[in-house]
């Protein structure tokens, strides 16, 4: 069955660099759209950050991350990295990673849209001011 696990947040200064990681099994990561979820403890929205599909086209950010965040895939690794720079007090939040069945079509604004299938435990990632 899917799989999601999260790995690598953790409390860091404004400023800092962080790496994600999202090791998937269970689905071919090369048919599946997937992406970066964060939702701030204590709250109910969960915001799509990050996405990326198997469509050509490039992955979408978040106005808020848009030129501080790099998602990326590793199909050989069957894992899904967020690298995340410049990171700001308002980055603190539980990350999750996402993915949905027949999701080989959308597209990656339409996926970091659209209500998941699988999701993982999520990772908390802190940021200091």
């Known amino acids: 069955q899917v799989q999601l696990v999260e790995s690598g947040g953790r409390l860091v200064q404004s400023g800092g660099s962080l790496r994600l990681s999202c090791a998937t099994s269970g689905f071919n990561l090369e048919n599946y759209a997937i992406g970066w979820f964060r939702q701030v403890p204590g709250t109910l929205d969960r915001e799509g950050v990050a996405c990326i599909s198997p469509s050509k086209d490039s992955p979408y950010y978040a106005d808020s991350v848009k030129g501080r965040f790099a998602i990326s895939k590793d199909t050989a690794e069957n894992t899904l990295y967020l690298q995340m720079d410049s990171l700001k007090p308002d980055d603190t939040a539980v990350y999750y990673c996402?993915?949905?069945?027949?999701?080989?079509?959308?597209?990656?604004?339409?996926?970091?849209?659209?209500?998941?299938?699988?999701w993982g435990k999520g990772t908390l990632v802190t940021v200091s001011s």
């Open positions: 996402g993915t949905s069945d027949n999701s080989w079509w959308y597209d990656p604004k339409g996926t970091c849209s659209s209500g998941m299938d699988y």
